[in-house]
């Protein structure tokens, strides 16, 4: 390259700058930019934005002036008190413990762990995904056949027998249980996008010019799927939230002192409780709902701004 | 084709081996052992030691997995502590149940999908068509349980039109009484089964609607002057149904698993309730023979789905 360069005139620096500048301006926006014009085009994605953003804080930070063990604690004079008697908000359950301060503890553990499910499994079945669909050939067979079988396996009761056989666990095992199983989905996505993406010419550039195979997968493959992980991290993490709380409700997730929206819901299992007293699980019941909708909402612009014939915001 | 039946069918031996391995792994991993029970005044600690050795539970594993698999083979899978009953008989009892449920929920999702997916691709773009995949949108984001509770809170204590414990009514004389009342127990929460697990054959169908509105069979079709609607019913309707036949296979590892959920809820007397029963009585031999039965049926389901998509698509056939 050195002996070439010299048959060019050099530039200077501050040409230099312009003409990155005008590149700049001139290349497609980052996929960032794309999903940020596309929610500013769409009111009511912005409002599920914003909604889901707030409340998340809200809970967060709420929850640091809540005490916990305290309101665990039972105080059987609160006995199934009614919606704002006694100053509780939402009213109180069998242990006259109060709902409002429970589905705000509750909220804060299960978005978290819905969270922290999403980051785990979906980091482990993208780079699955990106390996599998690059290298192609006996690595993607071998690794096929471990996704094949790990698809066979019934999820649901392998979790719980899993967590009962485990004594002590936490939010953090539990978490770290789910991803071993709720990477599936993303790794499949992800490998058919990368199986196309490594027959183009950019990439077999790459292979030429001798660059490092984990260089391509992960500078150059990667970025340019950017905005399909973007939009399948978003879906994933509403469906998460109902993994938790799913289990939690089965009496198999969190332990039963830590409050999830799970457990809250589980109230709904005595007949009694169910009718008489519904503001002990409807609650939760409806925030999980809205929650769920909201995230894949976005998840849903994200989608639209990722096929550019779909944009709203180019219209 | 022949040659990629039984490529899936090589596929499936070691699967199942593994799967074997692991279901007998997590079983030993569980703690307790089936005699420490039986401990009393006369049979002592050593007495129950010499049991163990007796029946082989102090032997490398790999020895006592290979004495499980010839049980398994000889249809002994042991006996519950929970019901002192073999565990084949208390699961086939259960199974039944499940069996029904899962029969009903998968015809009635056909039933609303089917239309639903060729409506949608029939005018695609157009307000029906919105209104759809809204619908699947909103059925899809949902957890399913949230909306089993809300589902027997409205309609069966609120408004009270089914009912909400159990899969038969003991007042129920008399062969069509109970059949009558099986049904009647099966209905909501086969309905909400199937109005919530319509997402993927409706996004399928609505697909594959689209994709042949614009082939070359349906042009020439139309420019013969078949009537449009006979296009839909008879052309496109008949060359997409089998691939979506074949998702019934698939299906039934969803269902399986959600038969978990929806047991629970209803306090419907099939597989996944024995299951969640059994792990709270932590009855070790009923909740290993079920998580490998439901592997295994898993499996089955998967290959029917596979082998009929590779007689139905060529393009899937393995190389």
Redesign the interface.
Known sequence: MKQTGENYEEISTEDLKRLSKQAEKEAAPSAGRIIWNEFKADRPALIALVIVVAFILFVVIASLFINTSKMMETNILDYFDAPFKDGFLLGADAGGRSIAQQLIVGSRNSIGIALGLTVISSTFGIAWGLISGYFGGFVDWGMQ?VY??M????????I???V??I?NYNAVTLTLIFSCFYWLGTSRLIRSRTLAESKKDYVAASITSGTNPWKIIFREVMPNISSLIIVDTT?SF??N??VE??LS????GLPAQTPSLGTL?AN??D?NN??EY?WT?FPA?LE??IL??A??YIG?VARRAADSSQRKSNK | MWKTILRRIL?MIP?II??SI?VFL?AK???GDPFTGSINPRAGVAQIHHLMEVNGLYDPWYQQYWNWVVHLFHGNLGESYQYNEPVTRIIGQRAVNTLWLSLFTVVLTYLIALPMGIYAGRHEGKLPDTVIRFYT??T???????IL??G??IFG??LGWFP?TGSVSPTANGTFATIGSRFYHMLLPGILGALFGTVNIVQYLRSEVVDAKSSDYVRTARAKGVPINDIYRHHIFRNSLLPIAAFAGYSI?GL??GA??TE??FSYPGMGLL??NS??Y?DYTV?TA??LL??IL??FG?LLSDIILSIVDPRIRIE
Request: hydrophobic share 60%; charged share 5%; glycine share 4%.
């Open positions: 056949r094949d079988f698809m066979m396996l019934p999820m649901t009761m392998m719980i027998v899993i009962t056989i004594n879906l509403a469906e939230i109902g709380t799913g409700y089965l009496g198999f819901i709904a299992n007949p169910i009718t519904w699980w019941a999980i709902i769920c909708l995230i894949s849903q | 596929i699967e593994i799967l692991i997590l991993a569980m703690p949108y909103v899809y984001c949902i957890p399913f349980f949230v509770v809300l027997i809170w204590y609120v909400t590892t399986l698993n978990i959920f629970s809820v299951f969640v792990i709270s932590r909740i079920l998580v439901f592997g898993n499996i998967t």
